[in-house]
């Protein structure tokens, strides 16, 4: 506060001296109790000597205003404004600065403020790496620079398209507010041992390194930078949200706050902070990243009422919503995950150098939510962790514990539903999990749990007493008709190489069979795998055993022209995580199986509707591929991945079932085709003909008139098999009944068609 009164003090002092207008010229010497006006106009001026063109060194009380000015310097070097031991100075209104290597560069001085200035295009950089330890030597170039400054207020302010917005070395008490640092290459924000700062209600988003791996920029930076709030910020887009450092310095505690920002969609980290103790993490959104929360070894954290959602990495097992690496002393509460591949992930890995002595020890996890996740809690070599009172949702696997796992407990928490186990206990230590709320009975919750007595090799899990909801669930041993039809729920796990979202629905017009299919939309295209939930208190305990063929419908769109292979592999998973056995199967389509690309088989689906019959013995187009001891005579899960690379991809998922014989599903027609619908019918003039190919060959849609006189032929050629639809016009033909006749090969079909006046 001290800080702020010092700035209102300024403000008031200054308007005691007369404005005197100068045009801008190089070497300006600006002197003490200034109030100085550049006269409008466009300006191109070389700053020669890097002194800066305007200079304010060893003076007091100065304003400097820019209104209706647009200042270019030359070959990004130099800069507009050099302030040196001087106090009490404000610069404002210029209408743009480009050009510079920094527009202000501001060194031992206190009580500026910086208002309302364009400060963009300055010195900007793609390729290469940044060194992120680097002190002030190591400044890139970008809006405004500040070493060894106290008491600073920069708002309102544009200062983007270059490498840094704004770059504190050294600095304390700084208001950084309501400015807009996007599209910069390196960082919005970056502090190098910066104190007690106020960073709030900026938007700094789009901050990468575009010809470089982006996880060195970031849209703030903050090395050893202690003390610091951090409220209200767009940090969305960029390598890393939040990237915090302390690696050597972790001696002196952090004690940031983080509230209420969004760092969603960065493609490394929304969230990193390393060998820090103390930090505060509330209210904040980190969803759509590589991990929501990267706090390798950090310790004495709080991270409290964030949203988590839709983190992945590059394989099922790194990337998720909070990870934590020889971390202790951390508390995780009040949070909602949902959807990542590891939504809580501790382990103790192998210790980096000066931190031998560091372990993962002392969790406090509680009162979260956690939903639709692969792995809710990962725990590996983790100690006295206490995971109570949480909800545990339709997750893959809800706790799975590994390694040396002393004294940890698992109490009080509700275990509503999940596919695999609510309880994986592969440590050798005992677990104490009493108390916890489970569905069904005392037998289906043992085949929930796995412990010592699934394997010699693990601790038990001590779960009872416990409270059981035996009138919430049915054990469903036969397969539903037809999967993609609600009120079943299809999720999805995200896989975020393309850092973009991914979003599942029901559709009621594209489908094949029954009242809608299942539709897939994602712009980033890798490994996407949406997971089938039955509806609520459904236990899928499928006997599959006797059955032999995966029907299901698929038809795709494309359309990203860098996409030259469509689909690159694709794979349904059959899962089974029970008294019967765990694990599953995996029936790979993979253009790649040889060595070398050959076109999938899932590119038939692009643009028409294909059925697809996999035998679950796996065949050459779908290769079979176990994990640990899966069991078709009880399935309990299904899933299903699509990877086009990086390009995204439009998908419709339709009548996906299981038959016990060859031929597939019951076909659609007895014969090879079939006119599906004529919609609308009646029409005044445009009927869509939906018709289906079960082989492929030469057809005929023809539409004839009531006295037989062929009116107009729809399509007439060779076709592949599929579901498609062309397009009837009436408008030039009397109203009227109509026959639409479809033609292929022994097999010939109709319907009829009414055009209205």
Not at 409 to 436: H, L, M, R, W
Not at 479 to 507: C, I, K, R, S, Y
Request: aromatic share 14%; net charge negative.
């Amino acid at each position: 506060m001290k800080g702020f009164y010092l700035l209102l003090l300024l403000v008031f002092s200054l308007q005691a001296f007369s404005q005197t207008y100068l045009p801008l010229t190089d070497d300006m010497e600006i002197g003490s109790n200034s109030d100085i006006k550049i006269l409008g106009g466009n300006y191109s001026v070389n700053d020669g000597g890097n002194e800066g063109i305007i200079r304010i060194i060893n003076q007091e009380n100065v304003v400097i205003d820019g209104d209706s000015v647009n200042v270019s310097g030359n070959g990004f070097t130099g800069f507009l404004i050099k302030i040196f031991n001087s106090k009490n100075i404000i610069i404002k209104n210029f209408d743009s600065g480009t050009n510079f290597y920094y527009c202000v560069k501001a060194t031992g001085s206190q009580n500026i403020i910086i208002n309302d200035c364009n400060f963009y295009s300055n010195k900007v950089d793609s390729v290469g790496f940044i060194d992120v330890w680097a002190d002030s030597t190591g400044s890139l170039g970008g809006g405004v620079y500040m070493a060894d400054c106290d008491s600073a207020r920069i708002y309102n302010d544009t200062m983007n398209l270059q490498n840094d917005g704004v770059a504190l070395y050294h600095c304390r008490h700084i208001i950084i507010y309501n400015n807009l640092f996007s599209w910069n290459t390196s960082y919005g924000i970056r502090m190098f041992r910066s104190d007690s700062c106020n960073i709030h209600h900026n938007v700094s988003a789009h901050i990468n390194r575009p010809l470089t791996d982006p996880s060195d920029a970031a849209a703030i930076l903050m090395i050893i930078s202690n003390e610091n709030n951090v409220e209200y910020n767009d940090f969305t887009y960029s390598g890393d949200g939040v990237f915090l450092g302390q690696y050597g310095w972790d001696e002196i505690p952090n004690n940031n706050y983080f509230a209420w920002n969004d760092c969603s969609f960065s493609p490394h980290n929304a969230f990193e902070a390393t060998f820090a103790q103390g930090n505060i993490y509330k209210h904040n959104i980190a969803n759509y990243s590589w991990f929501g929360f990267w706090l390798g070894y950090s310790f004495d954290s709080v991270i409290d009422s964030n949203e988590v959602s839709y983190n992945s990495g590059y394989a099922d097992d790194f990337g998720g919503g909070i990870a934590i690496d020889r971390g202790f002393n951390n508390s995780i509460t009040n949070n909602n995950f949902t959807g990542n591949s590891n939504a809580v992930k501790l382990w103790e890995g192998s210790p980096a150098s000066g931190y031998t002595g560091f372990s993962s020890h002392d969790y406090i996890i509680s009162n979260n939510s956690f939903t639709d996740n692969k792995i809710a809690v990962y725990n590996h070599s983790t100690e006295r962790m206490s995971l109570n009172n949480n909800l545990f949702e339709n997750n893959l696997l809800s706790v799975y514990l590994t390694g040396n796992c002393d004294y940890d407990s698992i109490t009080f928490n509700q275990f509503v539903s999940g596919s695999g186990f609510f309880i994986k206990n592969e440590s050798y230590d005992p677990i104490g999990a009493a108390n916890n709320t489970f569905p069904g009975d005392s037998a289906y919750v043992s085949c929930k749990i796995f412990d010592h007595d699934d394997t010699a090799t693990s601790g038990p899990v001590n779960w009872y007493p416990c409270t059981f909801i035996p009138d919430t669930f049915i054990y469903q041993y036969q397969a539903p008709d037809d999967l993609n039809e609600m009120p079943a729920v299809w999720d999805h796990f995200l896989f975020v190489e393309g850092h973009q979202p991914t979003t599942v629905t029901w559709d009621e017009n594209e489908k094949v069979t029954g009242d809608q299919s299942v539709h897939i939309i994602s712009e980033s295209g890798y490994n996407v795998t949406i997971h089938y939930t039955p509806p609520d208190n459904i236990i899928p305990q499928w006997l599959l055993g006797e059955t032999d063929t995966l029907i299901v419908w698929c038809k795709a769109v494309i359309d990203n022209p860098d996409n030259q292979w469509g689909f690159q592999d694709n794979f349904f998973r059959l899962g089974t995580s029970n008294c019967n056995g765990s694990g599953y199967y995996d029936y790979t389509n993979d253009c790649y199986a040889t060595g070398n690309y050959i076109p999938c088989v899932m590119n038939e689906c692009i643009d028409q509707w294909i059925k697809f019959e996999i035998p679950l013995a796996g065949n050459s187009d779908w290769v079979r591929t176990s994990s640990e001891n899966p069991d078709l005579s009880s399935v309990s899960y299904v899933e299903f991945n699509a990877d086009v690379w990086d390009y995204g991809f439009e998908m419709w998922v339709d009548g996906l079932s299981f038959t016990d014989h060859a031929t597939g599903m019951e076909e659609l027609t007895t014969g090879s085709a079939a006119i599906l619908s004529c919609c609308p019918n009646p029409s005044k003039r445009l009927v869509e003909v939906r018709y289906c190919l079960n082989e492929p060959g030469y057809m005929q849609l023809q539409i004839f008139d009531l006295y037989g006189k062929l009116v107009c032929s729809l399509y007439e050629g060779s076709i592949k098999s599929g579901i498609y639809t062309q397009t009837f016009d009436g408008f030039s033909y009397l109203p009227g009944i109509y026959s639409c006749r479809l033609i292929a090969g022994n097999s010939i079909t109709t319907a009829k068609i009414v055009l209205l006046k």
